[in-house]
């Protein structure tokens, strides 16, 4: 009779333990629509860990992966779903390991990941990055295979933000790989590929002479220029 109680008990328990959890998992459920209406971003948060507590799976991770590195917070985003490459990694968990790793200064581990992405589907947007770190990591062998296959395969409607000004603007895709053609030009010797790099640049202003990154590096080595006559 005794044992007879106790299981009673326990399964007792249990049921209103799995109730409970269900009943969690619908109230934070609703609670990530409404802040995600509301455009409350910490909210969004909040609720997508609850729900990872409640019923872990890889993609609410990966989803709040994605919302800490959109706002930024990459350490947060990597601490949510590790830097280990795996083949099972989605491409949504690959992409926000390459961008948290990048921001964070780590450009070798960035690169392996963003030719993990480049490798799945190879696009122009993907080529500009693993050029950009292959230019900050010195590879311009490299690098200029990649503008070169971003010259070839962007197309006039690709853009690209860039955040060196206080204020985030888009430029064309297609200027962003002459920028970086003129970098790598220049970088292979400054002296007798200054004006080509200048010249690479002014085809870079032609399709956007708001191009910012384009105009500093410009004037650099205009002034260079002046220093050297």
């Given at each position: 009779m005794k044992k007879l109680i106790l299981l009673v008990v326990v399964m007792s328990s249990l049921s209103?333990?799995?109730?409970?959890?269900?009943?969690?998992?619908?109230?934070?459920?609703?609670?990530?629509?409404?802040?995600?209406?509301?455009?409350?971003?910490?909210g969004v948060i909040n609720a997508m860990t609850h729900l990872d507590v409640i019923a872990p799976t890889q993609a609410r991770k990966d989803t709040l992966a994605y919302i800490y590195v959109s706002e930024g917070r990459n350490m947060e985003a990597l601490n949510t779903i590790g830097i280990e490459k795996s083949g099972t990694d989605s491409d949504l968990n690959t992409e926000i390991k390459a961008i948290a790793l990048k921001e964070l200064g780590d450009r070798k581990r960035a690169l392996e990941f963003y030719n993990v992405l480049f490798t799945k589907e190879a696009t122009p947007s993907v080529a500009y990055e693993i050029a950009d770190l292959m230019l900050q990591t010195g590879d311009l062998t490299g690098a200029k295979e990649k503008?070169?296959?971003?010259?070839?395969?962007?197309?006039?409607?690709?853009?690209?933000?860039?955040?060196?000004?206080?204020?985030?603007?888009?430029?064309s895709l297609k200027a962003g790989f002459l920028y970086l053609k003129a970098i790598v030009v220049y970088s292979e010797d400054k002296d007798a590929n200054q004006e080509i790099a200048l010249a690479t640049l002014n085809r870079a202003l032609a399709i956007d002479p708001n191009f910012n990154m384009a105009k500093i590096s410009k004037e650099a080595l205009l002034n260079r220029k002046k220093g050297t006559d």
């Open positions: 209103i333990t799995a109730q409970t959890k269900t009943e969690l998992q619908k109230h934070f459920e609703g609670y990530y629509k409404q802040m995600k209406k509301q455009g409350d971003i910490q503008i070169e296959y971003g010259l070839t395969n962007a197309t006039d409607e690709m853009r690209r933000t860039y955040f060196e000004t206080q204020q985030p603007y888009q430029t």
